[in-house]
Each structure stands twice: as C-alpha cells, then as structure tokens.
C-alpha cells in the first residue's frame, strides 16, 4: 500500500517526468476527457471532477468495489456498503446534472433572420458549446420571455430526413407551422458532435433505425432555452418521454403537444 501511495503522489505530480515512475506497475494511470463528466459519463471523469470541485488538483484515484463472494458490488450493494461504513454515496448521473446546473456550456456567436422558410421570418441564433466545440441553432418566433409558456421543438438535427425528406423532416416542418400560428416559439436544433455520425446513420439504414438525442443533448438544448428566456414550455413532439435534461435547469413542461395536433 505504501508503494502504491507513493507511486500515486509521484504521478500526479506536475513536476514530474517519464523516468520518475517505472513500468509495468500496481497502478494503472488512466487520462480523463476534457470536459469531465459532460463529455464522457465515465468514472475516470468523475473522479477528476469531484476533485476539481473540491478546489483541489484535478486528479483522483478509483478502484472496484467487491462484494464478499468476489463479484463486483452493484449499486444496492454499494448502498449497503456506505452505509456500514458511514460512508457518502453519489453516481455519475447526479455529478452530470449539478454541473448541468452550475455551470454555463453555451454561448452565442451569431444572430441574423432568416426570411425565405416556413413561416418565416425567424430570428436565428448560432450558440456554441464551451466543451467539445459543436455549434447550434436557435430558431426564434416572438418574445419568448415572461411566464406564459411557449411552444418549443427540441430537434436533433438528421441529415438524411431533414434533408432528403424523411418523416424527421416533416415533425420539423411541422412544429415550425405551429410556431408560425402561435406567432411566439422557438425550434432548437442540435447538432451531432460525433466525427463519424454521418457513418453511424448510414450503418443504422440496414435496422430501419434511427439514433436516439442523448441525454446530454436535452442539457444543451436547456441551457440554450434559458439564455431565449424560456420560463414555460409546451414540447412539440410526437415521441412521449420524461426529459428530465429540461426540467433539471428549472424549465417548467407544461404539455407535450402532437405535432400537427390542435391545442
């Protein structure tokens, strides 16, 4: 344990150099992302967040957690386990959403109009992600402030359908209409951060599938929701889900409307 100690204060050391440790070892050193949890919901990452967090250098040490019988400790297991030792508990999912909520991922870096689109004109809004560098677009219709709530699509942005005239492209087309009606409302359309997501979407052509917003997305998109003064929303969509990546950031859903369906 010493060894290991010692090994471990050595490494993280921003003083030292490759020759201060030698390999192989009892300690495997491992980098986290860039960005922390909000870039790869890993333990790696979360380690260093809670230690940045804590206002100490950004570097942690983890290891699994047995259980008596030699398998690795589930949560419940973990529960039990803390509480025997008076110990605190936390998942990754709960460091994502206080860092959701403590700390600003978007920014502006472009407006102009756009007059020639369904029910045009809109106000456009290009945001920008601080982690992972990837830019949005917010299409605004009227004051969204104030508490009334407003119409709003949260649209994962598909180049085959929204291009090529998939049935994607006719719930944006159409929640852009309602929009247009209602004169006040916003679409958010949020881009794939992913290098090779155009492949992925290809390869997902053969199982008639199509991918899924991640979760991180709906925090992205919240935050830029926030920043148009969004209060109170009614989410167009023809999918039913809980988006708790909205409601996390204070956003009050009041309904979620069919697309192309009457108030």
Same mark, same amino acid.
Not at 105 to 110: A, D, F, G, K, S
Not at 170 to 193: D, F, K, N, P, T
């Given at each position: ?88 508990? &936390?998942?990754? @999912? ?5 860092? %959701? $909520?403590?700390?600003? #991922?978007?920014? +502006? !870096? ?72 209602? &004169?006040?409302? @916003? ?5 794939? %951060? $992913?290098?090779?997501? #155009?492949?992925? +979407? !290809? ?61």
């Amino acid at each position: 344990a010493a060894d290991r100690a010692h090994t471990i204060a050595v490494a993280i050391n921003p003083e030292a150099t490759r020759g201060d440790i030698t390999t192989p070892g009892h300690v495997f050193p491992l980098m986290a992302r860039e960005g922390g949890v909000l870039v790869r919901a890993g333990h790696t990452e979360a380690a260093v967040d809670i230690a940045r967090l804590a206002g100490v250098y950004p570097a942690g040490v983890i290891c699994e957690i047995m259980n008596d019988d030699g398998s690795m400790a589930r949560l419940p297991d973990l529960i039990a386990f803390a509480q025997h030792h008076n110990l605190k508990l &936390g998942t990754i @999912a709960d460091l994502i959403a206080y860092r %959701r $909520r403590t700390e600003k #991922l978007v920014r +502006r !870096v472009e407006e102009g109009v756009l007059r020639e689109a369904i029910g045009g004109p809109w106000r456009l809004i290009v945001y920008a992600t601080t982690i992972e560098y990837a830019e949005h677009l917010a299409l605004v219709k009227g004051d969204l402030g104030g508490p009334e709530p407003v119409l709003v699509r949260m649209h994962a942005v598909d180049l085959l359908d929204d291009f090529l005239g998939g049935v994607h492209a006719s719930a944006l087309h159409g929640a852009m209409r309602m929009i247009a009606e209602a &004169g006040r409302g @916003a679409v958010v359309l949020l881009r794939e %951060r $992913r290098p090779t997501a #155009l492949s992925e +979407r !290809v390869r997902l052509l053969a199982a008639a599938q199509r991918p899924g917003m991640e979760l991180r997305s709906y925090g992205i998109g919240a935050q830029i929701l926030l920043d148009l003064g969004v209060q109170s929303m009614v989410l167009l969509s023809n999918t039913q889900r809980t988006i708790v990546g909205l409601e996390g950031y204070g956003i009050d859903i009041i309904e979620q409307r069919r697309i192309g369906s009457a108030p």
